[in-house]
């Protein structure tokens, strides 16, 4: 079973910035369209920024101009970059990876969507 662990989040000043990362320990990461998650208690989880495998990419409205969505498929390794941060914009943070299905040393392994554990990124104001 894949896991993805993040990595980055923590304290910040409105208007400062802060990066996220996330790790597979393996599978078709460079195959699988990855996104990128928030969840503020008692909310929905919601879309921050999506890539699809071929590179193509999206963004929240309330995220267009603030963050970036990149990746590493040699690191298997995700990363959202954000920017002129708000104080709305505290929440746990989650990565996500909607993993086709792939052969691995003879043996087939089902496609997938995984998340990662979440980290917290607070914004003071």
């Known amino acids: 079973q894949v896991r993805l662990v993040e990595s980055g989040g923590g304290l910040v000043q409105a208007g400062g910035s802060l990066s996220l990362s996330c790790t597979a320990s393996?599978?078709?990461?460079?195959?699988?369209?990855i996104a990128w998650y928030r969840q503020v208690p008692g909310k929905e989880r919601e879309l921050v920024a999506h890539?699809?495998?071929?590179?193509?990419?999206g963004y929240a409205n309330s995220m267009k101009g603030r963050s970036s969505i990149s990746r590493d498929n040699a690191k298997n390794t995700m990363f959202l970059q954000l920017s002129k941060l708000k104080p709305e914009d505290t929440a746990v943070y989650y990565c996500?990876?909607?993993?086709?299905?792939?052969?691995?040393?003879?043996?087939?392994?089902?496609?997938?969507?995984?998340w990662g554990q979440g980290i917290q990124v607070t914004v003071s104001s």
């Open positions: 890539m699809h495998h071929s590179g193509s990419l």
């Open positions: 393996g599978g078709a990461f460079s195959s699988s369209n």
């Open positions: 996500n990876i909607d993993q086709p299905g792939y052969w691995s040393n003879g043996h087939f392994y089902s496609a997938a969507n995984i």
